[in-house]
RNA sequence: GCCCCUGUAGUUCAAUGGAUAGAAUAGCGGUUUCCUAAACCGUAGAUCCAAGUUCGAUUCUUGGCAGGGGUACCA
């Protein structure tokens, strides 16, 4: 609709004041006016000197008068509202009806695909509440991109080496006693990171005994025996000590399938990993081969620097004076390495935004290098999550587990649903991924509701809300439109009929009319917050029109019909937008 | 010091430069012989400060103030 009105207005424009426009914006006409979109015509007044009133008067005049979708018009000062002849909105409805899809365009293979990675961890410790604002974003974004057609390989990059890991392996070997997720009954990841706790109060312990023995602060931390163990370990490791390999593929293997439980649970998967113990090397290489080529430049210790003053930016460090690599190598290797695997034509990285300027330096030296598709890496930089004293930090035990949260949620949603008592006829089994399904949908909607440049507050002892502009208060409306299908039989099959609309239903039309806008948005501005937003909308104004509007008690069987079919719509479109998400949505609550 | 991000009801979030700044939650007051009250309806409450650009600024610019992050031979 929105297109075939901007011509005519530029048409109208034309013909009546000689004048070329650009594609006129329209917008959503405010709720308490009459009308249904709004042409704003300050900006042409200014170039046609005269009174807004009269230009939008006579541009209103036009539309009526040569386009049968306008049935009305009013002015307001600059503003022309438009008031939409009924029967479009009514056909509209026909129109989508049939497409359970509708507003997710299909994935077109024959386009170049975009990469996502997300995740990323270190194979040290469990994933916490951080990582799952990462999971949740990187999800959600590629299964966007995909609504608008753009094939995407979602990817993670796992930090499986480095010193961080020889910590908690040399724990684990010291302290360990031989201990198992089996034996232990942890999950691996958990198990992990207990010995990665465990290194850092040796760690201290080791500190604080140098220092009462005469050492300086400084000089205890470079000299604490366990230290100097673990940096013996990564040696050995570079070495491929046959020892230290064993047990670090063991302890990995362990975190892995803590891991894969973890993200099974939170609904999010990859098409393919990249360890950062396979790609470190190629990284030293290319920066090794830049060196040749003069692109960077070695001090007189023997580090290796990209000079990015020219660019605006500093010096950045791309080898060790020793020879070994630092993060942003292996980056340079990842990237190289995944545009010659796959067939992609850009790459997105969803890394929390204390990593801006890192993505700079990488973007820039990929550039640097020579390689095209540098112009098309993207940083979807996002917000921490922090608690009401801070940031989390893993060694300090201030951080939310991730798979805790998640049991937690599901807790509050059993309660919750125990207490309202609507599920007879649910077995158990039901009822269990029935609590799953709210629990993390509430979780989901809560980080993902959220712009993701900003800081997200969560405080551990304010439950997530699970009534208001919540992820169940839109599974909840689902479930009772699911409700009303069951009940109404065939109804939703049968053609209708009818010649004009509560205002109710107009609205409810409307916004199943802005779905595919919403996704464009979203997939442009790399927000899902857009699609939460949208949805919430919907399903508030679904519900305003469910408490006041019989529908299988409706008089007519024609208006039955219709406000069945529009229910059905609108719980397409939930699901739909949910799917974005990566919440699933109950037939029942 | 320099660089980046964020400041909106008590709280958590919205608002392509457009009309009287929307919601939720907490507060107060209503709605259940009727399709699920995890719902609906009403009420009260906010743009950090100061200039500037503009017909019009929460939005853009500049300067403050506050919070967070970065500026590491950590990742």
Redesign the pocket.
Known sequence: MEQILQEKIQEAFEKLYDLKTDKP???A?????E?DI?L?V??Y??QLKKN?KDVAETIGRYLKENLPLIKDFNV????L?LVVNPDYYIDFLNRIYPDETYGLTPVDETQKALMVEYSSP?TNKPLHLGHIRNNLLGHSISEIYKATGKPVIKTQII?DR???ICKSMLAWQKFGNGETPKSSGMKGDHLAGKYYVKFDQEYKKQIKELIEKGKSEAEAKKEAPILLEAQEMLRKWEAKDPEVMSLWHKMNGWVYEGFNETYKNLGVSFDKNYY?SETYLLGKKVVEEGLQKGIFYR?S???VWADLSEEGL?E??LL???G?????T?DIGTAIKRFEDFDIDSHIYVV???????FQVLFLILKKLGYDWADRLYHL?Y??V?LPH??MKSREGTVVDADDLMTEMTQT?KA??QE?G??EGYSEAEKQR?YRI?GLG?LKY?IL???P?????F?PK?SI??????G??I???Y??I???LR?AGDLKDKPYQIKSLEPKEKEVIKLLEAFPQAIQSAAGQQ?P??IA?YT?DL??QY????????????EDEKERIF?VKLSKKVGDTIKNAFQLLGIEV????
């Open positions: 914006e329209l917008q006409t405010r709720k308490d006016f009308g709004t704003v300050f900006p007044v200014k807004p307001v000062g600059g503003f509202n270190n930090n480095g010193i961080h950062e001090k210790d023997g580090s500093d950045k460090l060790r004076a020793d070994t690599s630092v993060y942003i292996q929390g935004n204390e990593q801006d300027y890192h930089s917000g921490m922090e801070g940031k949603a919750i649903s309202l609507k599920l029935l709210i509430a809560f509701k959220v712009d440049k900003r800081t997200i507050l405080d304010k809300d699970f009534q208001g502009n919540t169940p208060f599974q909840y409306t479930a009772r699911q409700s009303i009940k927000n917050g857009i937003n919430y399903v508030k519900n305003s029109f469910y408490q006041s509007v019989p529908i299988l008690a409706a406000r109950p037939e029942r609550m």
